[in-house]
């Protein structure tokens, strides 16, 4: 077994429990802050008027809160407009019920292309493909203590 590799599978899990907040690292702070790479309230000031004219959304609290109210009504009176001919939405015992809904037939050629395409390709582990696709572009290069 390669180590590189395994380390890569290691490090990329830690990485995903790390950002889902499954995995801590205590006293992790003591090597990097990361308050210092947080925007400055000034940058902010600066920036926040031009994204929310970019995004079309509010930027004060007051707003942006009284703009989503003003759509959830409407979707809501959308959604109850719509109830009466709505199949997959029914009330039973005071309590709303949705019915799942119903897969969509497979597409003409369907069966044929994937019988193709299972003799014509090989199945590739994973880890086959992570090794094979690090040697053609070396993307481990990126990664780091």
Known sequence: MDHRFLELCVISE?????KSCDLCL???????DY???LVSPEQY???VPIYGERMGIAITGQEFV???QHQLDEMAQKVDAGFPVNRQLRIENGEPV???AGARPDPEGLREFDSL???YMEPVEIL????DTEHWLHWTRFFGP
Do not use: C, M, S
Not at 14 to 18: G, K, Q, R, T
């Open 45 to 47: 000031e600066h920036d």
């Open 26 to 32: 205590p006293r992790g702070d003591k090597f990097r």
């Open 128 to 131: 086959d493909a992570l090794v």
């Open 66 to 68: 009284a703009n989503l």
């Open 35 to 37: 308050r210092n790479h």
């Open 98 to 100: 949705l019915t799942p």
């Open 14 to 18: 830690v990485a995903n429990e790390l």
């Open 117 to 119: 395409l299972k003799h």
